[in-house]
Nanobody, 126 residues
Framework: QGQLKESGGGLVQAGGSLRLSCAAS????????MGWFRQAPGKEREFVAA????????IYADSVKGRFTITGDNAKNTVYLQMNSLKPEDTAVYFC???????????????????WGQGTQVTVSS
């Protein structure tokens, strides 16, 4: 069974930056896209960003657009999230995910994704 593992979370002051990484391990799998989601205490898991490999296109939630950048390596099933100008409301557990079913799906719903990491905590202090 393939697995994803996130790293790079931590505590940072508002206005600071963090870079999250996510790498696949175990049984290899091919993905059409990879994405990042986050979940704050008491809230639903929400879409943050995704990258579609075939077209090298990226999409972002409005709340992070202009501050976060998703990049990655399709061959390695590795994805990164560069987070700049962090705000206290960015505090959450961040999850990476891989979509392996179709190259044409809407990438914003969490249910589209087949593989998930365990998450990494990001805390932004004011």
């Amino acid at each position: 069974q393939g697995q994803l593992k996130e790293s790079g979370g931590g505590l940072v002051q508002a206005g600071g930056s963090l870079r999250l990484s996510c790498a696949a391990s175990g049984r290899t799998f091919s993905s059409y896209a990879m994405g990042w989601f986050r979940q704050a205490p008491g809230k639903e898991r929400e879409f943050v960003a995704a990258i579609r490999w075939a077209t090298d296109t990226t999409i972002y939630a409005d709340s992070v657009k202009g501050r976060f950048t998703i990049t990655g390596d399709n061959a390695k099933n590795t994805v990164y999230l560069q987070m700049n100008s962090l705000k206290p409301e960015d505090t959450a557990v961040y999850f990476c995910a891989a979509e392996t079913s179709s190259p044409f799906l809407d990438l914003t719903p969490a249910y589209r994704y087949d593989y998930w990491g365990q998450g990494t905590q990001v805390t932004v202090s004011s």
